[in-house]
């Protein structure tokens, strides 16, 4: 039984897989919520993709991922050579970088390695950090439970093997608060400039092309080919509600066309002018480039990173196809496609340097892309680590080889940022601020419901005042806090002394998985077994999974309530005599939780735990004759009379859902404490406020009617 009152208590009981022979070892229990093991957890198997489905997907992947990187050879020589090119073998030192740098950065790095480090077929920089918290507690939300570990996708493609410097890593990860700290202040630089780079990406790429324009129409004002790419940008904005599919089966044969016209001038150029620019496959051309150009030479890498920019949309958009589409696409596709423009482009240029202005039209650094990549090098090193646990040389090149490199590029990009291109930086701080600002206050808070939870007594105390009348109806009381009953609820006693018959108190927890089974989804508790109906529920959902509309939240939740009501009845029946007989409670599939240490027998009752909605029951019925042990707890719990209890508090529940239910919010405004420093209050009092304010509500969210939402308010003070 739980330490009342304590949010953080453990303590051990002793649980058996009646499966199997009763002597099985203890596992712990954490205050908050038990852990239902009844559930056998799936595996990991999509089945094999067929080849015409990744055929399709490579199609959509051209119109998609390749439009920013396909278009990069419209300005890398331009910027490269801003003063124009100094020695003809200039362009085979640049050539050369092109040539190994999109090789090693997009090909090696992420078509091969990150790829591979996807989230259950999610990418990108966020996906990397749900993946590492899911083997290590780096989170600085503390509402872990051990039974999110019981999810099917949850530790999904973890390797059996255990290292010691994978053990080492985790240990750092979860006992150092400034590792933690520092990760999640990565994940979120990473995650804003993304964002920033995406919002500028657009705008560069077409103002670059349609600025071509003004080769064969040469009277076309600045003006007019601004206005000629707003037009084109609020078009292509507009398509994207179409969805994915769509606007890939619509772009891609653009794009492809493009890839196809690109690869053919650039044959011809390398006919016609110079094949002697292959010679840039020998990387002494890249050593004698920078002997000679020296600083210049350094300073140049700010063009040349720009034929790898929209690299990080391989990995980031790798959700809406797969990876060996991806592979088959840009293999097959863009790789010969834009390296032949590049080659052609050094043919032309060697014989008419003059014109290396011409090949570019618009461009500016752009410092989020390298720090981005250098972002995703030290997290995908931490997934090397703890999560594939390879060999410690693969690990050791890995990291040297790219972080070296793109450090170099970081630093000439950051010469160039000294003399402007501050549009994505400013842009990608205030968004960090914004992300930063929100966190912080949200873990106060956190922190706060969870240090001043409602203890059980308290709770007992008071649903049993006398003064307390009965509402018909179901309420859901929506809470964050999921270790406990959260401090507004006493506040809400005192100025409404009511509760509806059915009170449900509803946590939203999002968990770092892509989606949750809607069958994994609810988590319950029931708080009092007397006379009152009082249930905790934690609804989990994966950071790609939408909110249901309330009324089909509603209809979720209360019919896995159901399957809860029948097998917390099952469970707590005649369960005493099985613990006389057995010495240890009843339940199944826990022999991972447990230590082989023999602790002193007690019983955990129905009424303390938190389980999955369809638990032990669900089992039962496919399990019967497996053991004797198992036959006997079945024929002791069959009876009429129990299964006519269950169906009347069924019917119950089903009965008050249909008089209405009623969405409880705590409004809680959080302030600084007066003794507080002047930044803390500025942050908590005026930016969190705003933000608060500004932002999206639970209840619209949830498209729950206005006249169904009751708001609590309350003060904290953090």
Same mark, same amino acid.
């Given at each position: 039984?739980?330490?009342?009152?304590?949010?953080?208590?453990?303590?051990?009981?002793?649980?058996?897989?009646?499966?199997?022979?009763?002597?099985?070892?203890?596992?712990?229990?954490?205050?908050?919520?038990?852990?239902?093991?009844?559930?056998?957890?799936?595996?990991?198997?999509?089945?094999?993709?067929?080849?015409?489905?990744?055929?399709?997907?490579?199609?959509?992947?051209?119109?998609?991922?390749?439009?920013?990187?396909?278009?990069?050879?419209?300005?890398?020589?331009?910027?490269?050579?801003?003063?124009?090119?100094?020695?003809?073998?200039?362009?085979?030192?640049?050539?050369?970088?092109?040539?190994?740098?999109?090789?090693?950065?997009?090909?090696?790095?992420?078509?091969?390695?990150?790829?591979?480090?996807?989230?259950?077929?999610?990418?990108?920089?966020?996906?990397?950090?749900?993946?590492?918290?899911?083997?290590?507690?780096?989170?600085?939300?503390?509402?872990?439970?051990?039974?999110?570990?019981?999810?099917?996708?949850?530790?999904?493609?973890?390797?059996?093997?255990?290292?010691?410097?994978?053990?080492?890593?985790?240990?750092?990860?979860?006992?150092?608060?400034?590792?933690?700290?520092?990760?999640?202040?990565?994940?979120?630089?990473?995650?804003?400039?993304?964002?920033?780079?995406?919002?500028?990406?657009?705008?560069?790429?077409?103002?670059?092309?349609?600025?071509?324009?003004?080769?064969?129409?040469?009277?076309?004002?600045?003006?007019?080919?601004?206005?000629?790419?707003?037009?084109?940008?609020?078009?292509?904005?507009?398509?994207?509600?179409?969805?994915?599919?769509?606007?890939?089966?619509?772009?891609?044969?653009?794009?492809?066309?493009?890839?196809?016209?690109?690869?053919?001038?650039?044959?011809?150029?390398?006919?016609?002018?110079?094949?002697?620019?292959?010679?840039?496959?020998?990387?002494?051309?890249?050593?004698?480039?920078?002997?000679?150009?020296?600083?210049?030479?350094?300073?140049?890498?700010?063009?040349?990173?720009?034929?790898?920019?929209?690299?990080?949309?391989?990995?980031?958009?790798?959700?809406?196809?797969?990876?060996?589409?991806?592979?088959?696409?840009?293999?097959?596709?863009?790789?010969?496609?834009?390296?032949?423009?590049?080659?052609?482009?050094?043919?032309?240029?060697?014989?008419?340097?003059?014109?290396?202005?011409?090949?570019?039209?618009?461009?500016?650094?752009?410092?989020?892309?390298?720090?981005?990549?250098?972002?995703?090098?030290?997290?995908?090193?931490?997934?090397?680590?703890?999560?594939?646990?390879?060999?410690?040389?693969?690990?050791?090149?890995?990291?040297?080889?790219?972080?070296?490199?793109?450090?170099?590029?970081?630093?000439?990009?950051?010469?160039?940022?000294?003399?402007?291109?501050?549009?994505?930086?400013?842009?990608?701080?205030?968004?960090?601020?914004?992300?930063?600002?929100?966190?912080?206050?949200? !873990?106060? @808070? %956190?922190?706060?419901?969870?240090?001043?939870?409602?203890?059980? #007594?308290? &709770?007992?105390? /008071?649903?049993? +005042?006398?003064?307390?009348?009965?509402?018909?109806?179901?309420?859901?009381?929506?809470?964050?806090?999921?270790?406990?009953?959260?401090?507004?609820?006493?506040?809400?006693?005192?100025?409404?002394?009511?509760?509806?018959?059915?009170?449900?108190?509803?946590?939203?927890?999002?968990?770092?998985?892509?989606?949750?089974?809607?069958?994994?989804?609810?988590?319950?508790?029931?708080?009092?077994?007397?006379?009152?109906?009082?249930?905790?529920? !934690?609804? @989990? %959902?994966?950071?790609?999974?939408?909110?249901?509309?309330?009324? #089909?939240? &509603?209809?979720? /939740?209360?019919? +896995?309530?159901?399957?809860?009501?029948?097998?917390?009845?099952?469970?707590?029946?005649?369960?005493?005599?099985?613990?006389?007989?057995?010495?240890?409670?009843?339940?199944?599939?826990?022999?991972?939780?447990?230590?082989?240490?023999?602790?002193?027998?007690?019983?955990?009752?129905?009424?303390?735990?938190?389980?999955?909605?369809?638990?032990?029951?669900?089992?039962?019925?496919?399990?019967?004759?497996?053991?004797?042990?198992?036959?006997?707890?079945?024929?002791?719990?069959?009876?009429?009379?129990?299964?006519?209890?269950?169906?009347?508090?069924?019917?119950?529940?089903?009965?008050?859902?249909?008089?209405?239910?009623?969405?409880?919010?705590?409004?809680?405004?959080?302030?600084?404490?007066?003794?507080?420093?002047?930044?803390?209050?500025?942050?908590?009092?005026?930016?969190?406020?705003?933000?608060?304010?500004?932002?999206?509500?639970?209840?619209?969210?949830?498209?729950?009617?206005?006249?169904?939402?009751?708001?609590?308010?309350?003060?904290?003070?953090?």
């Amino acid at each position: 039984m739980a330490r009342e009152g304590d949010g953080a208590g453990m303590e051990e009981i002793i649980v058996v897989d009646v499966e199997r022979e009763l002597d099985v070892p203890p596992v712990q229990r954490q205050d908050s919520l038990y852990v239902d093991a009844t559930r056998a957890a799936r595996g990991n198997h999509h089945g094999q993709e067929s080849w015409a489905k990744t055929l399709r997907l490579a199609f959509q992947c051209v119109g998609i991922l390749y439009g920013d990187i396909g278009t990069s050879p419209l300005f890398v020589y331009s910027s490269t050579f801003r003063d124009g090119v100094g020695h003809p073998d200039d362009l085979l030192g640049a050539l050369s970088l092109i040539i190994y740098s999109f090789l090693l950065f997009t090909v090696i790095k992420y078509v091969y390695i990150a790829l591979r480090a996807n989230d259950d077929g999610d990418g990108g920089t966020f996906a990397l950090y749900t993946l590492i918290s899911r083997h290590a507690r780096v989170s600085l939300i503390p509402n872990q439970q051990a039974e999110d570990e019981l999810i099917a996708k949850y530790n999904r493609g973890k390797p059996p093997a255990t290292l010691r410097r994978a053990a080492w890593m985790k240990e750092l990860l979860e006992t150092n608060k400034t590792v933690k700290i520092s990760i999640f202040l990565l994940t979120i630089l990473a995650t804003a400039m993304v964002i920033s780079d995406a919002v500028l990406t657009p705008a560069i790429s077409v103002l670059s092309a349609v600025g071509g324009l003004r080769e064969k129409v040469p009277y076309l004002t600045t003006d007019e080919i601004v206005w000629i790419t707003v037009g084109i940008l609020v078009f292509l904005f507009a398509i994207q509600r179409f969805g994915t599919d769509k606007v890939g089966y619509l772009f891609a044969p653009i794009i492809l066309l493009w890839l196809v016209l690109i690869a053919g001038v650039g044959v011809y150029n390398l006919i016609k002018y110079d094949t002697g620019v292959l010679r840039a496959f020998n990387l002494k051309y890249i050593i004698d480039y920078f002997q000679r150009n020296k600083k210049k030479g350094w300073v140049s890498l700010g063009g040349i990173l720009l034929c790898f920019t929209g690299t990080e949309a391989l990995f980031s958009d790798l959700g809406y196809f797969s990876i060996r589409s991806i592979q088959l696409s840009f293999g097959f596709g863009l790789v010969p496609s834009v390296l032949l423009a590049y080659i052609g482009q050094a043919a032309y240029l060697r014989l008419h340097p003059e014109d290396v202005a011409n090949t570019f039209y618009r461009s500016t650094p752009r410092i989020c892309v390298v720090l981005v990549m250098i972002i995703t090098t030290l997290l995908l090193t931490i997934v090397m680590l703890l999560v594939w646990k390879i060999s410690i040389w693969c690990i050791v090149l890995f990291f040297i080889v790219f972080m070296s490199s793109e450090s170099i590029y970081l630093s000439a990009i950051l010469y160039r940022f000294a003399h402007g291109a501050y549009v994505p930086v400013a842009m990608s701080a205030v968004l960090m601020v914004v992300m930063i600002v929100w966190h912080y206050v949200h !873990v106060k @808070r %956190y922190n706060f419901e969870l240090e001043n939870s409602v203890p059980r #007594d308290k &709770v007992k105390e /008071l649903l049993g +005042r006398r003064d307390i009348k009965r509402v018909p109806g179901i309420g859901l009381f929506y809470s964050e806090l999921v270790q406990g009953i959260p401090p507004v609820f006493p506040h809400l006693i005192d100025k409404i002394p009511s509760i509806h018959s059915v009170l449900i108190f509803v946590s939203i927890k999002h968990l770092p998985i892509p989606s949750v089974d809607i069958s994994e989804r609810f988590l319950f508790r029931q708080v009092d077994r007397e006379d009152y109906k009082v249930f905790q529920c !934690v609804a @989990r %959902y994966g950071y790609q999974d939408a909110f249901e509309e309330g009324k #089909d939240f &509603v209809a979720g /939740l209360v019919e +896995r309530l159901q399957y809860y009501i029948r097998d917390v009845n099952l469970y707590s029946v005649d369960c005493e005599a099985m613990m006389m007989k057995s010495s240890s409670y009843c339940s199944s599939h826990v022999e991972s939780f447990g230590s082989h240490e023999k602790p002193s027998v007690r019983a955990v009752y129905a009424e303390e735990m938190i389980t999955p909605a369809e638990s032990f029951s669900e089992h039962a019925m496919h399990a019967s004759g497996k053991s004797k042990h198992f036959s006997q707890f079945q024929e002791g719990k069959m009876n009429i009379e129990d299964m006519m209890k269950i169906q009347q508090e069924q019917q119950f529940i089903l009965g008050e859902m249909n008089k209405g239910v009623v969405y409880i919010f705590g409004e809680s405004e959080v302030v600084a404490r007066p003794h507080s420093s002047f930044l803390k209050k500025v942050v908590v009092n005026y930016l969190y406020s705003f933000l608060r304010k500004n932002f999206r509500n639970g209840e619209k969210m949830m498209s729950i009617p206005r006249s169904q939402i009751l708001k609590v308010g309350i003060s904290y003070e953090i």
